[in-house]
Protein backbone atom coordinates (compact mmCIF):
# COMPACT_ATOMS: atom_id res chain seq x y z
CA UNK A 1 0.00 0.00 0.00
CA UNK A 2 2.38 2.81 -1.17
CA UNK A 3 5.40 4.22 1.60
CA UNK A 4 2.84 4.20 4.97
CA UNK A 5 2.81 1.37 7.38
CA UNK A 6 -1.26 0.71 7.70
CA UNK A 7 -2.96 -0.29 10.69
CA UNK A 8 -6.65 -1.29 9.64
CA UNK A 9 -9.46 0.05 12.45
CA UNK A 10 -11.04 -2.29 14.33
CA UNK A 11 -13.98 -0.95 14.93
CA UNK A 12 -15.47 1.36 11.71
CA UNK A 13 -17.85 4.17 12.84
CA UNK A 14 -19.14 3.99 9.19
CA UNK A 15 -22.25 2.39 10.58
CA UNK A 16 -22.86 4.95 12.82
CA UNK A 17 -23.12 7.77 10.03
CA UNK A 18 -26.47 9.70 9.60
CA UNK A 19 -25.78 10.04 5.80
CA UNK A 20 -29.24 12.49 5.15
CA UNK A 21 -28.13 14.88 8.03
CA UNK A 22 -24.02 14.57 7.83
CA UNK A 23 -23.98 18.53 9.03
CA UNK A 24 -20.31 19.66 8.79
CA UNK A 25 -17.29 17.88 11.26
CA UNK A 26 -19.62 15.73 13.04
CA UNK A 27 -18.47 12.94 11.69
CA UNK A 28 -14.74 11.22 11.12
CA UNK A 29 -13.55 8.64 9.22
CA UNK A 30 -11.84 5.59 10.36
CA UNK A 31 -8.19 6.57 9.81
CA UNK A 32 -5.69 9.49 10.11
CA UNK A 33 -2.14 9.86 8.75
CA UNK A 34 0.06 10.71 10.97
CA UNK A 35 3.82 12.04 10.99
CA UNK A 36 5.82 13.17 13.76
CA UNK A 37 9.15 15.75 13.95
CA UNK A 38 11.91 15.40 16.25
CA UNK A 39 15.66 15.38 15.78
CA UNK A 40 15.31 17.82 12.73
CA UNK A 41 13.70 15.88 10.64
CA UNK A 42 9.69 14.79 9.66
CA UNK A 43 9.58 10.58 9.67
CA UNK A 44 7.88 8.61 6.89
CA UNK A 45 4.31 9.04 8.38
CA UNK A 46 2.19 6.21 8.50
CA UNK A 47 -1.73 5.80 8.35
CA UNK A 48 -3.42 4.67 11.77
CA UNK A 49 -6.70 4.12 13.14
CA UNK A 50 -8.66 7.57 14.08
CA UNK A 51 -8.44 7.05 18.09
CA UNK A 52 -8.20 8.73 21.47
CA UNK A 53 -4.07 10.38 21.83
CA UNK A 54 -2.68 9.99 25.02
CA UNK A 55 -1.76 14.48 25.40
CA UNK A 56 0.45 15.81 28.97
CA UNK A 57 -1.12 18.57 30.23
CA UNK A 58 2.48 20.12 30.10
CA UNK A 59 1.54 19.97 25.97
CA UNK A 60 2.93 23.51 24.70
CA UNK A 61 -0.07 24.06 22.42
CA UNK A 62 -2.28 23.71 24.60
CA UNK A 63 -0.59 26.83 26.85
CA UNK A 64 1.07 28.84 23.55
CA UNK A 65 -0.76 27.92 20.59
CA UNK A 66 1.56 26.63 17.97
CA UNK A 67 -0.70 25.01 15.70
CA UNK A 68 -1.47 25.61 12.19
CA UNK A 69 -3.90 23.49 9.97
CA UNK A 70 -5.71 23.52 6.71
CA UNK A 71 -9.06 22.86 5.15
CA UNK A 72 -9.69 20.94 1.67
CA UNK A 73 -12.53 18.63 -0.39
CA UNK A 74 -12.55 15.54 -1.94
CA UNK A 75 -15.30 14.79 -4.66
CA UNK A 76 -16.89 12.08 -5.67
CA UNK A 77 -17.21 12.85 -9.27
CA UNK A 78 -19.62 11.14 -11.98
CA UNK A 79 -16.90 9.26 -14.21
CA UNK A 80 -16.53 7.17 -10.33
CA UNK A 81 -12.80 8.46 -9.51
CA UNK A 82 -12.58 11.26 -6.76
CA UNK A 83 -11.28 14.62 -7.60
CA UNK A 84 -9.80 16.73 -4.84
CA UNK A 85 -10.12 20.38 -5.48
CA UNK A 86 -5.99 22.36 -5.31
CA UNK A 87 -4.50 20.23 -3.08
CA UNK A 88 -1.45 21.76 -3.92
CA UNK A 89 -2.63 25.04 -2.29
CA UNK A 90 -3.17 23.72 0.97
CA UNK A 91 -0.10 22.26 1.48
CA UNK A 92 1.41 25.33 0.29
CA UNK A 93 -0.22 27.36 2.59
CA UNK A 94 0.13 24.88 5.34
CA UNK A 95 4.10 25.68 4.95
CA UNK A 96 3.25 29.64 4.79
CA UNK A 97 1.27 29.36 8.11
CA UNK A 98 4.46 26.70 9.50
CA UNK A 99 6.80 29.85 8.82
CA UNK A 100 5.24 32.18 10.58
CA UNK A 101 4.79 30.33 13.41
CA UNK A 102 7.97 28.52 13.59
CA UNK A 103 6.67 25.21 12.69
CA UNK A 104 9.22 23.50 10.60
CA UNK A 105 7.80 22.83 6.80
CA UNK A 106 6.55 19.23 5.47
CA UNK A 107 7.49 18.12 2.35
CA UNK A 108 4.51 18.93 -0.04
CA UNK A 109 4.87 15.76 -1.99
CA UNK A 110 5.06 13.91 0.62
CA UNK A 111 1.59 16.06 2.12
CA UNK A 112 -0.08 15.07 -1.21
CA UNK A 113 0.91 11.42 -1.19
CA UNK A 114 -0.12 10.67 1.94
CA UNK A 115 -3.53 12.58 1.17
CA UNK A 116 -4.12 10.25 -1.79
CA UNK A 117 -3.39 6.93 0.18
CA UNK A 118 -5.66 7.89 3.20
CA UNK A 119 -8.76 8.81 0.85
CA UNK A 120 -8.18 5.54 -1.13
CA UNK A 121 -8.43 3.51 2.71
CA UNK A 122 -11.54 5.84 3.48
CA UNK A 123 -13.18 6.13 0.37
CA UNK A 124 -16.12 4.80 1.92
CA UNK A 125 -16.66 7.74 3.78
CA UNK A 126 -16.82 10.30 0.39
CA UNK A 127 -20.35 10.50 0.42
CA UNK A 128 -22.47 10.33 -2.83
CA UNK A 129 -25.01 13.04 -3.07
CA UNK A 130 -24.30 15.80 -5.35
CA UNK A 131 -23.23 18.58 -3.21
CA UNK A 132 -21.94 16.37 -0.01
CA UNK A 133 -18.29 16.07 -0.03
CA UNK A 134 -15.11 14.21 2.14
CA UNK A 135 -14.22 17.39 4.40
CA UNK A 136 -10.20 17.14 4.54
CA UNK A 137 -8.34 18.55 7.41
CA UNK A 138 -4.35 18.89 8.13
CA UNK A 139 -2.94 19.97 11.57
CA UNK A 140 0.40 20.46 12.82
CA UNK A 141 1.02 21.23 16.65
CA UNK A 142 4.23 21.36 18.70
CA UNK A 143 4.00 17.90 20.55
CA UNK A 144 6.89 19.31 23.26
CA UNK A 145 6.00 19.48 26.68
CA UNK A 146 7.47 22.44 28.78
CA UNK A 147 6.37 25.53 30.33
CA UNK A 148 8.27 29.17 28.58
CA UNK A 149 7.31 30.63 25.82
CA UNK A 150 9.61 29.31 22.62
CA UNK A 151 9.23 27.18 19.95
CA UNK A 152 8.75 23.63 20.26
CA UNK A 153 11.38 21.09 19.12
CA UNK A 154 9.11 18.30 18.34
CA UNK A 155 5.63 18.44 16.23
CA UNK A 156 2.89 15.91 14.83
CA UNK A 157 1.17 16.59 12.00
CA UNK A 158 -2.12 14.62 11.59
CA UNK A 159 -4.26 14.91 8.25
CA UNK A 160 -8.09 13.64 8.89
CA UNK A 161 -10.52 13.27 7.20
CA UNK A 162 -14.75 14.30 7.28
CA UNK A 163 -17.72 13.49 5.49
CA UNK A 164 -19.98 16.45 5.42
CA UNK A 165 -23.42 17.64 4.09
CA UNK A 166 -24.13 19.78 1.27
CA UNK A 167 -24.01 23.45 2.96
CA UNK A 168 -26.85 24.06 1.72
CA UNK A 169 -29.76 22.17 2.21
CA UNK A 170 -32.02 23.96 -0.46
CA UNK A 171 -30.23 26.07 -2.66
CA UNK A 172 -28.46 28.67 -1.87
CA UNK A 173 -29.26 31.32 1.19
CA UNK A 174 -28.32 33.99 1.79
CA UNK A 175 -26.53 34.63 4.95
CA UNK A 176 -27.31 37.50 7.51
CA UNK A 177 -24.00 39.57 8.62
CA UNK A 178 -22.94 41.80 11.36
CA UNK A 179 -19.69 44.09 10.62
CA UNK A 180 -17.02 44.18 13.86
CA UNK A 181 -17.44 47.53 15.46
CA UNK A 182 -16.10 46.71 18.82
CA UNK A 183 -13.66 43.84 17.62
CA UNK A 184 -10.98 42.96 16.03
CA UNK A 185 -9.75 39.72 14.27
CA UNK A 186 -5.83 40.67 12.85
CA UNK A 187 -3.46 43.65 12.18
CA UNK A 188 -0.80 44.00 9.54
CA UNK A 189 2.21 42.08 10.75
CA UNK A 190 -0.24 40.04 13.28
CA UNK A 191 -1.10 36.25 12.21
CA UNK A 192 -4.47 36.58 10.24
CA UNK A 193 -2.55 35.83 6.90
CA UNK A 194 -1.72 32.24 8.66
CA UNK A 195 -4.63 29.84 9.36
CA UNK A 196 -3.35 29.71 12.45
CA UNK A 197 -5.69 28.81 15.65
CA UNK A 198 -5.27 31.84 17.69
CA UNK A 199 -7.64 34.00 14.65
CA UNK A 200 -10.59 31.15 15.30
CA UNK A 201 -10.12 31.73 19.29
CA UNK A 202 -9.79 35.97 18.21
CA UNK A 203 -13.35 35.72 16.75
CA UNK A 204 -15.16 33.34 18.88
CA UNK A 205 -16.73 36.22 21.05
CA UNK A 206 -17.83 38.42 18.38
CA UNK A 207 -19.20 35.43 16.34
CA UNK A 208 -20.96 34.49 19.37
CA UNK A 209 -22.40 38.05 20.22
CA UNK A 210 -23.08 38.12 16.33
CA UNK A 211 -25.19 34.94 16.65
CA UNK A 212 -27.52 36.20 20.11
CA UNK A 213 -27.88 39.40 17.56
CA UNK A 214 -29.56 37.11 14.80
CA UNK A 215 -26.80 37.27 12.28
CA UNK A 216 -24.96 33.94 11.10
CA UNK A 217 -21.35 35.41 10.34
CA UNK A 218 -19.22 38.52 11.40
CA UNK A 219 -17.70 40.80 8.92
CA UNK A 220 -14.32 42.14 10.03
CA UNK A 221 -12.68 45.71 9.23
CA UNK A 222 -8.74 46.11 9.18
CA UNK A 223 -7.40 46.32 12.91
CA UNK A 224 -5.87 49.92 12.51
CA UNK A 225 -8.15 52.34 11.13
CA UNK A 226 -10.96 50.23 11.68
CA UNK A 227 -12.40 51.02 8.30
CA UNK A 228 -11.31 48.99 5.35
CA UNK A 229 -13.03 45.61 5.10
CA UNK A 230 -10.90 42.49 5.60
CA UNK A 231 -12.75 39.34 5.45
CA UNK A 232 -15.62 37.27 7.31
CA UNK A 233 -14.11 34.85 10.16
CA UNK A 234 -13.94 31.45 7.50
CA UNK A 235 -14.55 33.03 4.10
CA UNK A 236 -12.92 35.89 2.07
CA UNK A 237 -15.74 38.82 0.75
CA UNK A 238 -16.43 40.15 -2.57
CA UNK A 239 -18.78 42.81 -3.78
CA UNK A 240 -20.27 43.32 -7.35
CA UNK A 241 -20.41 47.16 -7.43
CA UNK A 242 -21.31 48.71 -11.07
CA UNK A 243 -20.94 45.41 -12.49
CA UNK A 244 -16.98 45.18 -11.32
CA UNK A 245 -16.23 42.17 -8.94
CA UNK A 246 -14.19 43.83 -5.90
CA UNK A 247 -12.18 42.04 -3.42
CA UNK A 248 -9.69 43.00 -0.78
CA UNK A 249 -6.15 42.84 -1.53
CA UNK A 250 -3.87 40.56 -0.10
CA UNK A 251 -1.53 42.95 0.70
CA UNK A 252 -3.95 44.64 3.64
CA UNK A 253 -1.40 41.81 5.26
CA UNK A 254 -4.46 40.76 7.69
CA UNK A 255 -6.11 38.12 5.03
CA UNK A 256 -6.34 35.11 4.45
CA UNK A 257 -5.14 33.86 0.90
CA UNK A 258 -8.30 31.89 0.36
CA UNK A 259 -7.93 29.08 -2.10
CA UNK A 260 -11.74 29.58 -3.38
CA UNK A 261 -10.67 33.57 -3.90
CA UNK A 262 -7.94 32.42 -5.69
CA UNK A 263 -10.18 30.41 -8.21
CA UNK A 264 -12.65 33.50 -8.39
CA UNK A 265 -10.42 35.94 -9.46
CA UNK A 266 -8.68 33.10 -12.05
CA UNK A 267 -12.13 32.33 -13.51
CA UNK A 268 -13.07 36.16 -13.72
CA UNK A 269 -11.87 36.46 -17.41
CA UNK A 270 -13.34 32.73 -19.09
CA UNK A 271 -16.53 34.46 -17.20
CA UNK A 272 -16.47 37.56 -18.76
CA UNK A 273 -16.52 39.12 -14.99
CA UNK A 274 -14.20 42.34 -14.51
CA UNK A 275 -12.11 42.23 -11.28
CA UNK A 276 -9.90 43.64 -8.71
CA UNK A 277 -8.25 43.78 -6.22
CA UNK A 278 -8.38 46.49 -3.58
CA UNK A 279 -8.95 48.52 -0.58
CA UNK A 280 -12.77 49.38 0.23
CA UNK A 281 -13.64 51.05 3.06
CA UNK A 282 -17.05 49.82 4.95
CA UNK A 283 -18.49 53.91 4.08
CA UNK A 284 -17.72 52.63 0.33
CA UNK A 285 -20.06 49.52 0.81
CA UNK A 286 -22.95 51.25 2.25
CA UNK A 287 -22.43 54.54 0.08
CA UNK A 288 -22.89 52.27 -2.90
CA UNK A 289 -25.77 50.58 -1.63
CA UNK A 290 -27.41 54.12 -0.97
CA UNK A 291 -26.60 54.84 -4.76
CA UNK A 292 -28.17 51.43 -5.68
CA UNK A 293 -24.79 50.17 -7.16
CA UNK A 294 -23.88 48.00 -4.92
CA UNK A 295 -25.20 44.70 -6.97
CA UNK A 296 -24.51 41.56 -4.91
CA UNK A 297 -21.99 40.79 -2.26
CA UNK A 298 -20.61 37.22 -1.35
CA UNK A 299 -18.39 35.27 0.68
CA UNK A 300 -16.27 32.32 -0.52
CA UNK A 301 -14.26 29.88 1.32
CA UNK A 302 -13.70 25.82 1.19
CA UNK A 303 -16.86 24.87 3.10
CA UNK A 304 -19.66 26.76 1.35
CA UNK A 305 -17.63 27.86 -2.06
CA UNK A 306 -19.90 31.12 -2.60
CA UNK A 307 -22.00 31.99 0.54
CA UNK A 308 -23.96 35.41 -0.79
CA UNK A 309 -25.21 37.91 1.58
CA UNK A 310 -28.28 39.32 1.77
CA UNK A 311 -27.96 41.49 5.04
CA UNK A 312 -25.53 43.47 6.52
CA UNK A 313 -25.56 45.71 9.68
CA UNK A 314 -22.89 48.23 10.46
CA UNK A 315 -23.01 50.62 13.60
CA UNK A 316 -26.81 50.85 13.78
CA UNK A 317 -27.70 50.71 9.93
CA UNK A 318 -29.24 47.79 8.33
CA UNK A 319 -28.78 47.12 4.49
CA UNK A 320 -30.75 44.55 2.35
CA UNK A 321 -28.54 43.22 -0.91
CA UNK A 322 -30.24 42.13 -4.29
CA UNK A 323 -33.76 41.86 -2.30
CA UNK A 324 -31.86 38.84 0.19
CA UNK A 325 -31.30 36.86 -3.53
CA UNK A 326 -28.87 35.00 -5.24
CA UNK A 327 -27.12 37.41 -7.50
CA UNK A 328 -26.13 36.26 -11.13
CA UNK A 329 -22.50 36.73 -10.59
CA UNK A 330 -22.66 34.51 -7.25
CA UNK A 331 -24.34 32.17 -9.31
CA UNK A 332 -22.21 31.97 -12.05
CA UNK A 333 -19.28 31.21 -9.30
CA UNK A 334 -20.93 28.40 -7.73
CA UNK A 335 -21.93 26.39 -10.87
CA UNK A 336 -18.84 26.74 -12.62
CA UNK A 337 -16.96 25.79 -9.30
CA UNK A 338 -18.88 23.02 -8.11
CA UNK A 339 -18.83 21.79 -11.59
CA UNK A 340 -15.30 21.50 -11.96
CA UNK A 341 -15.23 20.00 -8.48
CA UNK A 342 -17.61 17.11 -9.51
CA UNK A 343 -16.31 16.53 -12.24
CA UNK A 344 -19.16 17.92 -14.70
CA UNK A 345 -17.35 20.74 -16.48
CA UNK A 346 -14.00 20.70 -18.01
CA UNK A 347 -11.34 21.53 -15.68
CA UNK A 348 -9.17 23.77 -17.99
CA UNK A 349 -7.01 25.17 -15.31
CA UNK A 350 -6.06 21.33 -14.31
CA UNK A 351 -7.33 22.18 -10.72
CA UNK A 352 -8.57 18.51 -9.38
CA UNK A 353 -5.66 16.11 -8.36
CA UNK A 354 -8.03 12.89 -9.50
CA UNK A 355 -7.92 9.73 -6.98
CA UNK A 356 -8.45 6.13 -9.01
CA UNK A 357 -10.25 3.96 -6.51
CA UNK A 358 -10.10 0.35 -7.31
CA UNK A 359 -13.29 -0.67 -6.30
CA UNK A 360 -15.61 2.54 -6.41
CA UNK A 361 -18.63 0.87 -5.64
CA UNK A 362 -17.49 -0.28 -2.20
CA UNK A 363 -20.45 0.73 -0.13
CA UNK A 364 -23.85 3.18 -1.07
CA UNK A 365 -24.31 5.98 1.28
CA UNK A 366 -28.11 5.63 2.47
C1 LIG B 1 -10.09 33.17 7.92
C2 LIG B 1 -10.44 32.52 6.63
N1 LIG B 1 -10.54 33.28 5.51
C3 LIG B 1 -10.84 32.73 4.32
C4 LIG B 1 -11.07 31.38 4.18
C5 LIG B 1 -11.36 30.81 2.84
O1 LIG B 1 -10.25 30.09 2.38
P1 LIG B 1 -10.43 28.87 1.36
O2 LIG B 1 -11.12 29.43 0.16
O3 LIG B 1 -9.04 28.42 1.08
O4 LIG B 1 -11.25 27.85 2.06
C6 LIG B 1 -10.98 30.56 5.31
C7 LIG B 1 -11.22 29.11 5.21
O5 LIG B 1 -10.30 28.36 5.12
C8 LIG B 1 -10.66 31.12 6.57
O6 LIG B 1 -10.57 30.37 7.67
Redesign the pocket.
Known amino acids: MGIFNTTLAKQSGYDLIDWNNLGFGNYFSDHIFISQYSNGRWDDGQIQPYEPMPIEPGNCTLHYGQTIFE ?1 LKAFRAADGSVNVFRPEMNARRLNYSAKRVCIPEYNEFVFLDALQELIKIDNKFIPRERGQSLYIRPLVFGSGNFLGVHASDTYTLIIMTSPVASYYAAGLNPVKILVANEFVRAVRGGLGTA ?1 TAA ?1 YAASLLAGTKAKEAGYSQVLWLDGVERKYID ?1 V ?4 IMFVIDGELVTPPLSQGSI ?1 A ?4 DSVLQLAGSLGIKASERSISIDEVFATHAEGRLEEVFG ?3 AAVISPVGVLHYNGETITINNNEIGPVAQKYYDTITGIQYGEISDGNDWNMKIKLNQPEILETK
Open positions: GKNEGAMNLGITRTGT
